[in-house]
């Protein structure tokens, strides 16, 4: 079985990584990298519980190649510390038993930055993407609302707004 | 995991990929062309699919443009459906290609990989149907033209080695309303019942089906009773049997056709 090093940026660090051509980004990134944020659900792209960010689009990770990831800027749920997604996630308590909630963190983050104070519709549409098992929707619903409408309003003194708070993960 | 070797090659140029999937090929390695490549891993984990090497084409710069020209809308093959409905500028396409699934899997399912694909819906060609939509494909003496009718008949043919590289999509022959919808079962996300997406041109309703056979279609029959309001006549001229499974019966379909084809025709005749 032949392993190549591949060169990846996640959460914006430079990682070397011994993989497959067949691994996916997922099993690279719980696998060589331990980041374990990404949970592996399905693994045939319907859960949403392996999403990542890729250039700013959400993506999950079972349904990419981690040598397609190369030269791309990777962040995984461990990259939002400090984040108004994962404060208002915590406020609204949008998680039961917690597995879908990295996923939700993720599409959240990424909804945030590409279109801060999006309309309810693109934002159902967007969550559309991912799972909850124990049905926790009106929770994350509320949550992402809330993160939204904070990476829509100006900043406040002495406050960063989602999208520059988001890069010191 | 998939539970085999493939090597992933991420050309350029189309020459480097026509000349690198070609390579692979003379190697025995079963190459696949690799656009979004949700479909081929998907496949290859369930051992449904079995190659030994990606050309993966999203490093084609033909591939990813989106550019307007002479009334025309040229599009990359290699552009992901969300590109398509954010910066396609078709509306028809983008209701049709925004319905694909969810939105992060429209981050990475590719406009190319949607009409190539073994999945049988592949309902973004549905608008591209619906007008005389130019296929400019790749191969070994570079980029030709084709009619879009010519190279896609239920499924995308081309000759191996060839690829879709970009869709020129005439804008001005649909001058009228248009129409899209996809039925499903029951959740928002799932493959189509049905999904029809009607446009209008030179003052005839022109309408394309998904779900409703094993594969797209457009049919003279059946739009020429639309045009005249037969709506039952153009049921009874669905060209192919009408699909009979787990989303849904062919009665069923065909039930829910008459309702849909009813809204379809009183927004495309208004």
Known sequence: MRRDELALDVNGE?????????????????????????????????????????????I??????????????????????????????????AFQCGYCTSGFLMVAQALCEAHPGADEARMLEWLRSNICRCTGYEEIRAAVRDAVAR????????????ASASRQG | ??????????????????????????????????????????????????????????????????????????????????????????????????????????????????????????????????????????????????????VFRATLRLPPGDFLAQLEVPLHEADGPHFAVKRTRLDWVDYPLMTVVGVRAGGRARIAFSG???????????????NAGRIQDAIGHIPGPVADDLHGSADYRRHVLAGVLQDALEVLRA
């Open chain 1, 60 to 93: 999950k990770s079972c349904m990419m190649l981690a040598q397609e990831a190369a030269g791309r800027r990777v962040r995984t749920v461990e990259g939002l510390a400090g984040t108004a997604a994962q404060q208002a996630f915590v406020e609204r308590f």
């Open chain 1, 14 to 58: 430079a990682c070397r990584v011994l993989a497959r051509g067949a691994d996916t980004l997922l099993e690279v990134l719980r696998g060589q990298l331990g980041l374990t944020g990404a949970k592996p659900g399905c693994e045939n792209g319907d859960c949403g519980a392996c999403t990542v960010i890729v250039d700013g689009a959400p």
């Open chain 1, 151 to 162: 990476a829509k309003a100006p900043a406040v003194q002495g406050t960063e707004p989602v």
């Open chain 2, 212 to 226: 409703l056979c094993g594969y797209p279609f457009r049919d003279a029959a059946m739009e020429r009773d639309l």
């Open chain 2, 1 to 150: 995991m998939i539970p085999f070797d493939l090597s992933y090659h991420r050309p350029d140029s189309v020459e480097e990929a026509v000349a690198t999937y070609r390579r692979l090929e003379r190697d025995g390695r079963r190459p696949l062309y690799y656009g979004g490549g949700t479909e081929i891993i998907t496949m290859a984990r369930l051992g449904q699919v079995r190659t030994g090497a990606g050309v993966d084409l999203k490093g084609v710069p033909e591939c990813g443009i989106v550019e307007r020209r002479n009334g025309s809308l040229l599009l990359g093959a290699g552009l992901t459906l969300a590109e398509v409905c954010e910066r396609g500028g078709w509306a028809p396409l983008a209701d049709a290609a925004g319905r694909v699934a969810d939105h992060t899997s429209r981050c990475k399912i590719t406009l190319g990989g949607n009409l190539a694909g073994q999945i049988p819906y592949r309902e973004a060609v549905l608008p591209l149907l619906l007008v005389d939509t130019v296929a400019v494909v790749a191969g070994e003496p570079g980029l030709r033209r084709e009619r879009l009718a010519d």
